[in-house]
T-cell receptor
Framework: NAGVTQTPKFQVLKTGQSMTLQCAQDMNHEYMSWYRQDPGMGLRLIHY???????DQGEVPNGYNVSRSTTEDFPLRLLSAAPSQTSVYFC????????????FGPGTRLTVL | AQTVTQSQPEMSVQEAETVTLSCTYD???????LFWYKQPPSRQMILVIRQEAYKQQNATENRFSVNFQKAAKSFSLKISDSQLGDTAMYFCAFTPGNTDKLIFGTGTRLQVFP
């Protein structure tokens, strides 16, 4: 199993540009989620999904869109990038909600100029 | 509000010694799950240990153990026989009730010295 994969590893955007961060898992996990990590603030939940076709908002959803058309993929879209979205983004998946261990991808470092 | 507090931004310990990282949380739920994650300089998030709130027994994984005090809403991590490879950020996290949201603390940076 490749586990949880994320692309790209690094990205630089200009303010106002849009882009999609890719996340995929090959473990048939139903639950997937996106976090952002900022210095001194830990990881904060952006959006999550409990299965194909089902998504919900986390703590900091503004400026981000998600969709879940397949079990394997859970892309995160930045509609109009802002400097406040400069962060490290992690995708995670789990075999179950609540008590299930989240397996994390390697992260994407995004800089918005 | 459901929150996790890690009051020690930085800790240091000498190799082979024992260190305890503190974590407190706030929830009105009776059933939940608690986690400690490690993030080394490689940035990868790695699960260290997991505890189910309805289990009285403290979880243990090799050199890592927790002291879970449900009434005090405390979930500290003890690392015994510290090794240089334990140098990392450590995050405490929990999922309250039947929600799907994993809530993280702000982390403790641990440095292990030779």
């Amino acid at each position: 199993n490749a586990g949880v994969t994320q692309t790209p590893k690094f990205q630089v955007l200009k303010t106002g540009q849009s882009m999609t961060l890719q996340c995929a898992q090959d473990m048939n996990h139903e639950y997937m989620s996106w976090y952002r990590q900022d210095p001194g603030m830990g990881l904060r939940l952006i959006h999550y999904s409990v299965g194909a076709g089902i998504t919900d908002q986390g703590e900091v959803p503004n400026g981000y869109n998600v969709s879940r058309s397949t079990t394997e993929d859970f892309p995160l879209r930045l509609l109009s990038a802002a400097p406040s979205q400069t962060s490290v983004y992690f995708c995670a998946s789990s075999y179950s909600t609540s008590g299930g261990e989240r397996l994390f991808g390697p992260g994407t470092r995004l800089t918005v100029l | 509000a459901q929150t996790v507090t890690q009051s020690q931004p930085e800790m240091s310990v000498q190799e082979a010694e024992t260190v305890t990282l503190s974590c407190t949380y706030d929830t009105s739920e009776n059933n939940y799950y608690l986690f400690w994650y490690k993030q080394p300089p490689s940035r990868q998030m790695i699960l260290v240990i997991r505890q189910e709130a309805y289990k009285q027994q403290n979880a243990t994984e090799n050199r890592f153990s927790v002291n879970f005090q449900k009434a005090a809403k405390s979930f500290s991590l003890k690392i015994s026989d510290s090794q240089l490879g334990d140098t990392a950020m450590y995050f405490c996290a929990f999922t309250p009730g039947n929600t799907d949201k994993l809530i993280f603390g702000t982390g403790t940076r641990l440095q292990v010295f030779p």
